[in-house]
């Protein structure tokens, strides 16, 4: 693998592969060592689980990590991000794991610095597709026949690089039924996959997976805030509204959660909630990424 920067660059094969890895590291707890490779982090946005699971993920992997502290690099004397990665490439690392607010930046670095591997972290409203990855893992493994599914996606999602990513995978996969749930302000401006609707109760009805979204405040312009009370009442996922789906509905969610505002604090503690399951697997799926990379070439 050159890059990782969007699902939408993978083939179904190239899912699969790296499903099957992560789940094999998982069953067998046995890790190819890449000592002398190099990780950095370079996270412009808040991050704790997809940084820290990065970093995890290639520790275990024998290989050595840099978090660049981005409030003390010298971003902070108006070196370019492209110059920043350079200099970190000069020092011999190879592989670099960027978060940024801006749609494609990762993808801007990969074509600008063809000499360095990029792995998007996670692009302002754009794409997330190591969250995509594992949040697939996180539902093969209770309901191994996607195919058959009815998966519902809760929330923001014209804001969400989560939900963009997740419906790359779920056409990729072929999924029977994807069925996207948000206000009208916030559908999506451009759905390749799936249905939608305004109304939570028509989303949730025969649901085999529900994944909900955080509202993100941080990315919405004036226009586009919504009443929260209003929010709450009408699409908050409880308990009573999860009644519609089908007894052994799972619920998700990719974090940061809002509690009690898109998501019932006692539904995030049920036994139906795979919220801790897919931090966990966030790891794995990560440590397969890093080896798609890693098995062909030392970087
Ligand atoms: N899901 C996710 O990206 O979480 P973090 O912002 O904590 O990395």
Not at 81 to 93: C, H, P, Q
């Amino acid at each position: 693998m050159n890059h990782f920067l969007e699902i939408a660059q993978l083939s179904r094969g190239d899912i699969e592969q790296l499903l099957q890895q992560a789940l094999l590291f998982k069953k067998t707890q046995h890790y190819p060592q890449y000592h002398g490779s190099i990780l950095a982090n370079l996270f412009f946005e808040s991050s704790t689980r997809t940084r820290v699971s990065f970093e995890l993920a290639a520790k275990r992997l024998g290989m050595d990590v840099i978090n660049l502290d981005l409030a003390t690099s010298s971003q902070n004397k108006g070196e370019t991000l492209e110059d920043t990665v350079k200099t970190l490439s000069a020092m011999g690392i190879g592989l670099f794991a960027v978060r940024h607010r801006e749609n494609g930046l990762p993808d801007r670095l990969a074509k600008s610095l063809p000499d360095v591997h990029i792995i998007n972290a996670g692009d302002g409203t754009h794409a997330h597709p190591s969250q995509a990855m594992l949040d697939l893992m996180t539902i093969v493994e209770k309901k191994p026949r996607i195919a058959d599914l009815k998966i519902v996606i809760v929330g923001d999602i014209r804001h969400s690089r989560v939900a963009n990513s997740l419906l790359h995978v779920f056409k990729l996969m072929e999924v029977a039924h994807v069925m996207l749930v948000a206000p009208p302000n916030w559908s999506g401006e451009k759905q390749i996959y799936g249905d939608s609707t305004s109304s939570l109760a028509e989303g949730l009805e025969d649901a085999d997976v529900v994944i909900v979204l955080r509202v993100q405040h941080e990315r919405l312009s004036v226009d586009e805030q919504i009443d929260l009370f209003m929010y709450q009442q009408q699409y908050r996922v409880t308990q009573e509204r999860l009644s519609r789906a089908r007894p052994d509905v799972v619920v998700m969610h990719p974090g940061p959660v809002n509690r009690d505002i898109e998501i019932a604090s006692d539904v995030v503690d049920s036994v139906q909630s795979l919220i801790l399951t897919q931090v966990h697997n966030g790891v794995l799926m990560r440590m397969a990424i890093l080896d798609a990379f890693l098995r062909s070439e030392q970087l």
